[in-house]
Structures are given as structure tokens and as C-alpha cells.
């Protein structure tokens, strides 16, 4: 209580409060704190009560007054290392009590092999080079020097998800450690002030800073850095950053950024950190990017990029990323452009897009692998490419824009290969066409999910089928029944239920219907087998 002041941090039966106002509330007797919980649901209003303004919260509903009796106002980083890591005793002692396993009816004695050597290492602080509090209501840094006593040693301290208020608490807490070098402070709401940010030397020694969910705008992050210039990996995701402006001399020793889960939008955002002189891999996942664009000198030293879990539509939209000059490693999962084919053939194509690349979603590309690719790719658009003016002869091999737009590589790949021969693709495309179904899958187990007409290759395994399935309507491969409705028979509902079959096993025909369904009765499902039998019999006859 002596210590508390607006912006305070306090935690209430678990659920974590900033302190924005302190004193009376009419027409009730005695003092009041008005509380923003992190919990935007946990409150009751947006600091307004009665008609009158006593303070402001992001949201609507997380607002409160609350006693300060009914308030944890934290307790000290020395304190939690005590109660959270076993010291010996004064005697030297290291016994550890029984351990028992069951309930109070029927308790098992259990054996705790190896646990007095734990015990012995989490005694040995002084010599600990790791530790994590996390959760654990840290709200200072106690005496003065009792922590360079306790962890003299210390390199790397999780300190996230607690009470700490102020980056002053951070500072008092750090310039006990001298060895420190990684410091992760998520989930803490700090207060930047001028002591802070008057001693960077504090922070000399951080090259590793996290900073998730703590609600920092991108201009509130870049004074934060005047007190940790040399940091060298900084990780801020999840803190609802909209907009990024250039960082001008901040963040010029940062090689690697993460920005996961910010809702960024547009790469025009992205584009704002392009002039980084270090940086070489870049987080951006779940940041709702459907764009991307580099112009020349963007991105000079940027060698790896997660993209996964945005909004690609296409693979055509990575095309700018064959001018990055170092660029080896793409990580592009969980995207749509994934779902228009198999993820092997969406894979070759990215391959061939982009000439340096070396590992795609932690796979590594080797020199055959990217031969197969690059000349996949040539046939694959061979038609596309003849149809827009290309041609074998170099003198007529004029393609349109649109399709040097799209395929950036193609006229590189055909000087470095060759051009691919009209037989060659024309062969393989009417082949392909031939052995296409044209079906219609619906669910009507989901019933936000619109009928699609899909093009399959009659070799496709039931199997495959299900988990093209689940990608399209998000219904897991376990909770699926598949079965099919013939065009010319609708009457004829056949189960498939066997993994390994593929389509052409079970006679489906262009047209039919993929549906997927729960168990039902009443419903005339024909086993496989005796489908087959039937379908025999209509050709064949009896015998």
C-alpha cells in the first residue's frame, strides 16, 4: 500500500489489474480503486459510473472499483525465488519429505529417484545461469544488492506474466545481474519514465529483450529501445500494433525481429522496417498480410521470413521474393494458397519461384530437388505460356506481361534449361485432363459451408480425399463420413470407408457428389464390396 500509485499493477484472485484511480466513489464511505483489468471481460464498465468520468479503459467491460483489501499488491523477485527454488537448510540438509501418490482413502508411497540431486542444483542459486518466474506476482526488486547475492550468475530470467509496473523496477532488478544477456518481460504493462531511459548502461549486457502482450504501441517501443540500443533479437508479438513507421538510428543491431500476431495488415507497414541494416530474419506470422512487394534495397540482409497462418491467395504473390538478395529460408504454412493443390506441388512452385532459396517450411531443398522443380514448373505453365505469346524460337518468344508478371522466372528458367517442347506439356496436359472427375463436395454437417466443384485425379486415395476434406470445411478426418450420390442414380448412396481405395476403385463418375455426413438411419448406404458386385452384374450379367 505505501507504494501505490496510479499505474500500479495488482492482482485480484488470479486475474491481473492496472490501477487507474484511487479515492472516493459517491455515495459510497471510504477509498476506492478503479481497476483496468487485462481480462477485458472481467469488469463491469469502462471507468465511467453514475454519469462521471473517474478514469478511461481500452474496452467497455474492463472497468472496476475494488477495495484494496481485496488487492495482492505483489511481493519481491528475491522472495519469489525463495518460495519457487529449494534452498538448503541452515544445517547443510538436503532431506526431501515422502512423496505420495492417490487420495486421502488410499495414499501409494512413491520413490523420488534423483530428486536430492535436484534438490542440490535449485539450492546452488549463486550458480543457476536460468531462471523462470513466471505468474509468480512479482512487483519489485527488493533490498538493494540481496539480489546479486541470491543469483550472482543468472544469464537468462523469465519474469513475464507478473506485476511489474515500471521499467525503474526493471532496472533495479537488471543492474544486480551483470551476466545477464536474455530478459523476458511479456505480459507485464510498464510505465517508460526519464530514470529509465537515462541509464542504457544498465541494459549493456541484453541482447535478447521479449516484450509479448504487454500492450506497447510500435512508437512507445522505439523510446523503450533508447535503454537496450544493442539488442540484437527482439520479440514484441501480440501487442495489437497496427501501424510501423521507420525506426530511423533505433533497432540498427536487431538481426532478428518478431512481430507474430500483430494485425499489420497491408506490407506497406512491413516495408517500414525494410531499411534495417541487420536484420536477417524477420516473424510476421498471423499478422493478416494478403500483400507483398519489395523494391530494390529493401531487405538487403533479410535471409529468413515466416509467413504462415496469413491470407495469401497465391503462390504468384511471392514472387518478389526471388529479388532478395540473401534470401534462403521461407516458412509459409497455414495459408489459402496451400489449399488450391497438393502440398508437394505447392511446394516444387515455390521453389522454382524463388532461385536462392534453400529450406521451404523446414524442408531442405537440394540441387535435385530443385532441378525437378524448376522443370515441373516449365511444363506445368507450358500451355499458359504458349498461349501468351511464348515460343521455342527465341526471336518469337514473346510472352504477354500478365504471364511475366505472374511467372517472373519462367524466360530465366527456359536460358537455363531450355525451352520446353509443345509435345512435352501438351501431352502431360491432356493426360492430366483425361484423368480428371469433376466433382461437387458438400457437407451439409456444417452448415456454413458452400457445395464446391472440384477437379480430382481419378488416383487419388479416399484418404487423400479426406484430408482435402478437412482443409476445405475444417471438419476433422475423424469426425468425416464420406459418402458418394451418383449423377445418373441419385437413389445410390455409397459409403466410403476405405482409406487406401482411390476414386477410380469405387467407380466414381464426373458429376457425382462427395458428401459428408454423420451417421444416420434410414439411410441406404451400400458396402463397397457389394457395390461392386452390382455395378459387375449391370455390365456383365448374372455370370
Known amino acids: 500500500m505505501e507504494s501505490l500509485c496510479i499505474g500500479s499493477r495488482i492482482s485480484v484472485t488470479g486475474d491481473s489489474a492496472t490501477v487507474k484511480y484511487i479515492g472516493t466513489v459517491p455515495p459510497t464511505k471510504g477509498e476506492w480503486l478503479g481497476v483496468e483489468w487485462d481480462d477485458c471481460t472481467r469488469g463491469r464498465h469502462d471507468g465511467t459510473k453514475d454519469g462521471v468520468v473517474y478514469f478511461k479503459c481500452r474496452h467497455e467491460t474492463s472497468g472496476s472499483f475494488i477495495r484494496a483489501t481485496k488487492a495482492n499488491f505483489g511481493v519481491s523477485i528475491c522472495d519469489a525465488i525463495t518460495d519457487r527454488y529449494t534452498l538448503p537448510t541452515e544445517s547443510g540438509d538436503s532431506h526431501i519429505d515422502d512423496m505420495y501418490l492417490g487420495n486421502t482413502k488410499i495414499m501409494k508411497k512413491i520413490e523420488t529417484v534423483g530428486m536430492d540431486q535436484v534438490q542440490k542444483q535449485f539450492g546452488k542459486l549463486n550458480q543457476l545461469k536460468q531462471i523462470i518466474l513466471r505468474d509468480q506476482i512479482i512487483s519489485s526488486a527488493g533490498t538493494v544488492g540481496q539480489l546479486a547475492t541470491l543469483t550472482p550468475s543468472l544469464v537468462e530470467l523469465n519474469l513475464s506474466k507478473n506485476l511489474i509496473s515500471s521499467w525503474d523496477t526493471v532496472c533495479d532488478i537488471v543492474k544486480q545481474l551483470p ?268 452448415p456454413d459451408f458452400k457445395p464446391v466443384t472440384k477437379k480430382l485425379p481419378k488416383s487419388m486415395s479416399i484418404g487423400s480425399l479426406k484430408l482435402l476434406i478437412q482443409k476445405l470445411t475444417k471438419i476433422e478426418i475423424r469426425n468425416q463420413r464420406l459418402v458418394y450420390i451418383s449423377k445418373e442414380n441419385p437413389n445410390l448412396i455409397v459409403t466410403l470407408h476405405r482409406d487406401c481405395e482411390s476414386l477410380d476403385d469405387v467407380s466414381i463418375e464426373p458429376g457425382d457428389v462427395i458428401r459428408v455426413m454423420k451417421p444416420e438411419k434410414g439411410l441406404n448406404y451400400i458396402d463397397i464390396a457389394e457395390h461392386n458386385k452390382t455395378m459387375y452384374r449391370m455390365i456383365y450379367g448374372d455370370k
Open 179 to 446: 551476466f545477464l544477456k536474455i530478459l523476458n518481460l511479456s505480459e507485464n504493462i510498464m510505465q517508460v519514465t526519464d530514470k529509465a531511459l537515462s541509464q542504457p548502461e544498465v541494459f549493456a549486457n541484453i541482447d535478447t529483450m521479449v516484450l509479448n502482450k504487454c500492450c506497447l504501441s510500435w512508437e512507445e517501443l522505439l523510446t523503450c529501445t533508447t535503454m537496450w540500443p544493442q539488442v540484437t533479437e527482439l520479440h514484441i508479438e501480440a501487442n495489437n500494433m497496427t501501424h510501423l513507421s521507420p525506426p530511423g538510428d533505433k533497432l540498427n543491431h536487431v538481426k532478428l525481429l518478431h512481430l507474430s500476431g500483430n494485425p499489420l495488415n497491408s506490407w506497406q507497414e512491413v516495408r517500414q522496417l525494410s531499411q534495417l541494416p541487420m536484420l536477417s530474419c524477420l516473424l510476421i506470422k498471423e499478422c493478416e498480410l494478403s500483400d507483398l512487394f519489395i523494391k530494390p534495397g529493401d531487405f538487403k540482409q533479410l535471409k529468413e521470413l515466416f509467413l504462415d497462418r496469413n491470407k495469401y491467395e497465391s503462390v504468384h504473390d511471392l514472387n518478389p521474393l526471388n529479388n532478395l538478395p540473401e534470401f534462403i529460408e521461407l516458412h509459409f504454412r497455414k495459408n489459402p494458397a496451400l489449399n488450391q493443390d497438393r502440398y508437394d506441388a505447392i511446394h516444387d512452385i515455390i521453389v522454382a519461384k524463388i532461385k536462392r532459396l534453400q529450406r521451404l517450411d523446414r524442408l531442405s531443398v537440394t540441387q535435385q530437388g530443385r532441378f525437378t522443380a524448376e522443370m515441373d514448373y516449365l511444363r506445368k505453365y507450358g500451355v499458359e505460356w504458349r498461349e501468351s505469346g511464348g515460343h521455342q524460337d527465341p526471336e518469337r518468344n514473346q510472352p504477354s506481361q500478365e504471364f511475366i508478371e505472374n511467372h517472373p522466372r519462367y524466360m530465366e528458367l527456359i536460358a537455363e534449361h531450355g525451352a520446353p517442347d509443345d509435345k512435352q506439356f501438351m501431352k502431360i496436359s491432356s493426360a492430366l485432363k483425361g484423368n480428371l472427375l469433376e466433382l461437387i463436395i458438400e457437407a451439409p454437417v456444417k
